[in-house]
């Protein structure tokens, strides 16, 4: 049995357990989806895997799914995270959207010199990494980070972590990602690239790695895609 619909779902998954369903998510499976009593639904909640669930009550506002047979063992993304600079609306939700189908363990969106933003809505982007992990089949959603100043992040890094610098001064020149194991990070900077003071601060980190990302200036979306693609086949779950 193969559920059209992908839910995730803030409760606890495991076999013969009830779920109960928000008021939302009711509407949705029963009002937009218009699933009956006998339906079945895959379920995430992005620690228990996937499970198939039937639906046992389906109400208006309410109804309860029961948990069958798990149809996924729960997994999770290589140790990287996204660091990006916020852009214009649609184009950040586009990076959250791409991160988690390309499998991140964190979303950290950073202020830069150069980052228009001042404030991000971070429970919108966390609920866009929710919906791209349903649309993507993923048993795992990254946690979406409050907006952190640039400064404070290096400030308090934790060193046994690397820093893939994507640093658009290298554009058509050798940067190229070291085949390191370990936790990593990915830092994209703004449309308006980094400043001199913050390409000199990474440079000079013993953590970070500038990388090129070949002899074309990419939007930071586009840049946020290659470069996780870049890790994935490198040091990733590509392999
Ligand atoms: N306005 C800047 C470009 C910023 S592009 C300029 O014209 O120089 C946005 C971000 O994408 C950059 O900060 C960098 O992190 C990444 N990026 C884009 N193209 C890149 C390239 N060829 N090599 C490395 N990083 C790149």
Partial sequence: MSAKVRLFVDQPLGAAQPVPLTREQAHYLFGVMRLDVGAFVALFNGTDGEWQAEVA?????KGILVCR???????VPPD???????IKKARTDFIVEKAVEMGVR????VQTAFTNSERIRQDRLQAHAVEAAEQCGATFVPEVGDLTKLDRLLTNWDSTRQIAFCDESLVGETGRLPDAP???AILIGPEGGFSEAERTRLRALDHATPISLGPRI?????AAVAALTLWQTTLGDWA
């Fill in 218 to 222: 990419l939007r930071a979306d586009t």
């Fill in 80 to 86: 990287v995270w996204l660091l990006f600079a916020p």
């Fill in 69 to 75: 047979t798990q149809s996924k063992p729960q997994s």
């Fill in 182 to 184: 370990g936790p990593w």
């Fill in 57 to 61: 009550e389906a109400g208006k506002r």
């Fill in 106 to 109: 964190r979303i950290v969106p």
